[in-house]
T-cell receptor
């Protein structure tokens, strides 16, 4: 199993500002994943972060809005840039285990943009 | 059409009841299947994998029907602590990227 520490756990931010979310894993992992979960919705994959290369973004998500860093095999950050109220959501960091079939999640960051 | 569809519920059942959740998936190339549980304001956690032959873990039974692209979860003798959202998850096993697709979840409320 993997233990993932994600912070902050929650934040209330002004529109137009940016927030960086940190994710720390207790073991080295090749891929880290960032999700968004809006109220009452399923988890939506934002991007896959591989160490040493640029993140791969899913349709509807762009690097300028959600820049990601992956400086080493245990850490990643997601920045939500130029926030608007539509960005209010829970953001989750995740890693795989068991040959890529099982997902572990951080505790999530509950973001409210006012 | 959503890739993974679930009845959102909520399912309100009394303690001790048996409840079943269903899930359908659209991509026939999907190779592995799971049920995750998500408590309110918490992250999702794996409940159980779903195998072709069906599998059981205590009060929980999962079934897979590949021909119909249908997955089910049965909970027997419901407990108050079973109250949560249950997420159906499908994996395409696409190398190089995360291929887990999550349903929007089925909410269960077990009442005393």
């Amino acid at each position: 199993s993997a233990v993932i520490s994600q912070k902050p756990s929650r934040d209330i931010c002004q529109r137009g500002t940016s927030l960086t979310i940190q994710c720390q894993v207790d073991s080295q992992v090749t891929m880290m994943f960032w999700y968004r979960q809006q109220p009452g919705q399923s988890l939506t994959l934002i991007a896959t972060a591989n160490q040493g290369s640029e993140a791969t973004y899913e349709s509807g998500f762009v690097i300028d809005k959600f820049p990601i860093s992956r400086p080493n095999l245990t850490f990643s950050t997601l920045t939500v840039s130029n926030m608007s109220p539509e960005d209010s959501s829970i953001y989750l960091c995740s890693v795989d285990s068991g040959g890529g079939t099982r997902a572990f999640f951080g505790q999530g960051t509950r973001l409210t943009v006012v | 059409r959503k890739e993974v569809e679930q009845d959102p519920g909520p399912f309100n059942v009394p303690e001790g009841a048996t409840v079943a959740f269903n899930c359908t998936y659209s991509n026939s190339a999907s190779q592995s299947f799971f049920w995750y549980r998500q408590d309110c304001r918490k992250e999702p956690k794996l409940l159980m994998s779903v195998y072709s032959s069906g599998n059981e873990d205590g009060r929980f039974t999962a079934q897979l029907n590949r021909a119909s692209q249908y997955i089910s979860l049965l909970i027997r003798d419901s407990k108050l602590s079973d109250s949560a959202t249950y997420l159906c998850v499908v994996n395409l096993m696409d190398t190089g990227r995360r291929a887990l697709t999550f349903g929007s979840g089925t909410r269960l409320q077990v009442q005393p």
